[in-house]
């Protein structure tokens, strides 16, 4: 027996990615569909007063695509789960909220949901990036930030936030609290960073310097990597560094038993991975 699922993450609003995206789900009718962050247009909208240009991509492209395909006679709707990146501005929570309210959805950071004998377990915060917005931001495991990167103190939030919450919140301190009580066997965690030093979270940073100290080239997250180890759930999706899988050769990465796998992707096409969830170790990667 097998549960086919699709896993594709920041398509940054590309209205052809969508649309192959929709086509494969018409055509091979997987059970769950998984959007692993930076669904919308750029952030940079909010700092340039284009949100009708969001506003329009929510109501033709997303509600729209997903709609028609949940209109269709007798076609198995899929479960889709969906968290947001570091590009999508958390102003646009109330459209997100709107899909899910329309049974197109489950929105789902920072929140843990059962389905069939598995648990999805939704994050979508990344460690501080060089980018100015910063709702999807947080310290990982401590008050640090990489060379050339913004803090999340220092950054722009579309919606208030506080001081407090910006100094002491931590990924790591979420995600011991996401994870508690969860079997680890079970667990499909729809993460947007990656995990630090593997071939998920490898940058296109080689050989370059800020203020005279070397980049990290490996700009992932330290506490989902710990996490990882110490927990080993069955498997975690990821996305946020687009170049990883070209440098490094690999969109997938064993850590112990738990399978790690990125859909980001630079070029223009739709990357789609596909996978059993009774054996996601048996997954393919189309580049449609």
């Known amino acids: ?146 060379p050339g990167c913004v803090s999340p103190e220092e950054g722009f939030h579309s919606l208030p936030v506080s001081k407090y919450l910006c100094r002491y919140s931590t990924i790591q301190k979420d995600l011991e609290m996401l994870m508690t009580g969860i079997e680890p066997a079970t667990a499909l965690c729809l993460f947007h960073s990656p995990p630090y030093q593997t071939h998920l979270d490898r940058a296109a940073l080689d050989g370059k310097m800020f203020e005279q100290v070397p980049l990290d080239v490996h700009v992932g997250s330290i506490a989902i990597r710990r996490m990882i180890e110490d927990r080993q759930p069955l498997l975690t999706l990821h996305g946020h560094v687009h170049e990883s899988a070209r440098i490094t050769g690999y969109w997938k990465q064993q850590l112990g038993t738990t399978t790690m796998i990125t859909s980001a992707h630079d070029g223009p096409e739709l990357a789609l991975v596909v996978f059993d969830a009774e054996n996601p170790r048996e997954c393919r990667r189309e580049l449609i």
């Open 1 to 146: 027996m097998t549960t086919l699922c699709f896993f594709v993450s920041d398509l940054h609003g590309k209205k052809t990615r969508y649309e192959k995206l929709f086509r494969a789900i018409e055509t091979q009718q997987p059970e769950a569909v998984f959007l692993g962050g930076d669904v919308l247009p750029s952030g940079l909208y909010h700092l340039s007063s284009q949100d009708a240009h969001v506003g329009n991509f929510f109501d033709e492209t997303l509600i729209a695509g997903f709609s028609q395909l949940k209109d269709l006679p007798d076609f198995p709707y899929p479960k889709v789960f969906m968290i947001p990146g570091n590009d999508d501005g958390k102003g646009e929570e109330d459209k997100f909220l709107e899909g899910e309210s329309m049974g197109l959805w489950h929105y789902i950071p920072n929140q843990v949901m059962p389905w069939k004998k598995w648990t999805v377990v939704g994050y979508a915060w990344v460690p501080p990036t060089p980018f100015l917005l910063k709702d999807w931001e947080k310290y990982d495991v401590s008050a640090y930030v990489d």
